[in-house]
C-alpha cells in the first residue's frame, strides 16, 4: 500500500501536525477511507489534497453510488474501517436522510458520498480543481496521483 503524492511534495508542510495528526496519518486514514468506499462499490473515488487552499482540512475524500442505499452504506463503511483501523468516528455526519450526499468529517479528511446525479451537480473535482489529485485504483489497492496542482 502506497499514496503516491505529487512533485510538489502536497501535504508538506501543512497544520495537521499542529492539529495532532501527522501528514503520514493523513495519507493512512485517506487510504483507509478510499479502501473502504472501494470495497462497497464506491464510483470514482479521488481524494483531493485542499490543505493549501482550504486551511479547514487536509483532504476531501469524493466518492459516489448509484443509489440512497448504496450511498448510505459506503458512507458506514468508511466510518467502520476508520474506527477499526483506531482513527475514531466521524467529528460531524450530514445528510444520511435523504443520502443524496452525505458530508463525514473526520477533522484531517472530510468524505463526500454523493449519489451520482448530485456529484455531476456541485462537481466539487471541478470547484477545487487547484487541488492535487488521486484517484483509487482498485487493481493496485492505493492512491495513484491523477491531477496535479
Known amino acids: 500500500m502506497t499514496f503516491t503524492p505529487d512533485p510538489r511534495g502536497a501535504w508538506e508542510d501543512t497544520d495537521a501536525a499542529a492539529l495532532g495528526f501527522s501528514t ?10 478510499a479502501r473502504a468506499a472501494s470495497s462497497k462499490s464506491g464510483r470514482d473515488t479521488v481524494v483531493l489534497a485542499v490543505d493549501r487552499l482550504l486551511g479547514l482540512t487536509d483532504a476531501f475524500l469524493i466518492t ?23 482513527y475514531g468516528g466521524p467529528l ?6 435523504d443520502a443524496r450526499w ?12 454523493f449519489l451520482e ?3 455531476e451537480f456541485y462537481d466539487l473535482e471541478q470547484l477545487w480543481g487547484d487541488a492535487p489529485a ?5 487493481e493496485a489497492d492505493e492512491l495513484v496521483a491523477s491531477r496535479k496542482a
Open 134 to 138: 488521486w484517484s483509487w485504483d482498485d
Open 102 to 113: 452525505v458530508l463525514m468529517d473526520f477533522g484531517d479528511i472530510v468524505a463526500h458520498v
Open 24 to 33: 503520514e496519518r493523513t495519507r493512512e486514514r485517506c487510504t483507509v477511507a
Open 117 to 119: 446525479e448530485a456529484r
Open 64 to 86: 459516489s453510488g448509484a443509489n440512497p442505499r448504496q450511498v448510505r452504506t459506503i458512507g458506514e463503511e468508511i466510518e467502520r474501517q476508520l474506527k477499526l483501523a483506531g
Open 92 to 97: 460531524c455526519v450530514e445528510g444520511t436522510d
